[in-house]
C-alpha cells in the first residue's frame, strides 16, 4: 500500500474530507482483471503478488479482505467525518452480479 501511503502523505486536504472507495479484491484474477482492464483503477503489482501467493480461491478472497481492512485502517484517521464505507461486489458464484 505504499501509493496509498504516498498520496495521504502528499495531499493536503484543508478543509475537504476523504472519501475512499475500497472494494475488496475477491481473488487474483479479478485482482488482474482491475489492474489491467478498468480504468482509472490502480492495484499496485504488490497487492498482485500478494494475492497471488495463494492457491485456493478462499485463501485469495482471505487475502482481499485483509488488503481491504488495513487500507480503511488507513485512512480512517484522516481528517472529516468519522466512518467508512466499503463496496463488496455481489456474488453469484461466479463473481459476477446476478441480473436483475
Known amino acids: 500500500m505504499p501509493s496509498l501511503e504516498s498520496f495521504l502523505e502528499r495531499v493536503d486536504l484543508g478543509n475537504m474530507h476523504l472519501i475512499a472507495g475500497i472494494w475488496p479484491l475477491v481473488s487474483l484474477r479479478n485482482a488482474e482483471f482491475m489492474k489491467n482492464e478498468v480504468p482509472g483503477v490502480y492495484v499496485p503489482d504488490e497487492l498482485i503478488r500478494e494475492i497471488g ?14 488488503i481491504a481492512r488495513r487500507m480503511v485502517d488507513r485512512v480512517l ?6 466512518g467508512e464505507r466499503t463496496l463488496r461486489p455481489l456474488w453469484t458464484g461466479r463473481g459476477w452480479p446476478a441480473p436483475s
Open 53 to 66: 501467493r495463494f492457491e485456493s480461491k478462499e485463501d485469495q478472497l482471505k487475502a482481499g479482505v485483509d
Open 77 to 82: 484517521p484522516c481528517p472529516g467525518p468519522p
